[in-house]
Nanobody, 115 residues
Framework: QVQLVESGGGLVQPGGSLTLSCVASVSIFSFVDMGWYRQAPGNQRELVALLPRGSSANYADSVKGRFTISRDNAKNAVYLQMNSLKPEDTAVYYC?????????WGQGTQVTVSS
C-alpha cells in the first residue's frame, strides 16, 4: 500500500511563505505525474499545481508567479513552495501522485493565511 505523508502546513501571515512536502513510501521514479490540490470550506477540491514527468509544470491562474512545484526522485518527494500568500490561499492542501495503475492521495495539511 502506497502512502503519501504531507507536512509543512501551518499558520502564516499574508505575504508570508510556506513550503509543503509530500513523501511517498515507494519510489516515485516511474510516476507519471504529481500535483497539489486544495479544498477550502464549502468549495470543491481544485488543482493548484501539476507536474507531469518530463514536462513543464501547470499552475492554477490564482497561484501563477507565487507557487512553485518541484520533485526530488531521490527523496521520493514532491514540494510546493508558496510565496506571497494571501488569505484566499487558506485551505487544506493535498498532494496527489499517479502511476500507470493508480492515483494516490495524501491525508491533507492545513494552510491558514491570516493576520
Amino acid at each position: 500500500q502506497v502512502q503519501l505523508v504531507e507536512s509543512g502546513g501551518g499558520l502564516v501571515q499574508p505575504g508570508g511563505s510556506l513550503t509543503l512536502s509530500c513523501v511517498a513510501s515507494v519510489s516515485i521514479f516511474s510516476f507519471v505525474d504529481m500535483g497539489w490540490y486544495r479544498q477550502a470550506p464549502g468549495n470543491q477540491r481544485e488543482l493548484v499545481a501539476l507536474l507531469p514527468r518530463g514536462s513543464s509544470a501547470n499552475y492554477a491562474d490564482s497561484v501563477k508567479g507565487r507557487f512553485t512545484i518541484s520533485r526530488d526522485n531521490a527523496k521520493n518527494a514532491v514540494y510546493l513552495q508558496m510565496n506571497s500568500l494571501k488569505p484566499e490561499d487558506t485551505a487544506v492542501y493535498y498532494c496527489k501522485m499517479r502511476n500507470y495503475i493508480t492515483t494516490y492521495w495524501g491525508q491533507g495539511t492545513q494552510v491558514t493565511v491570516s493576520s
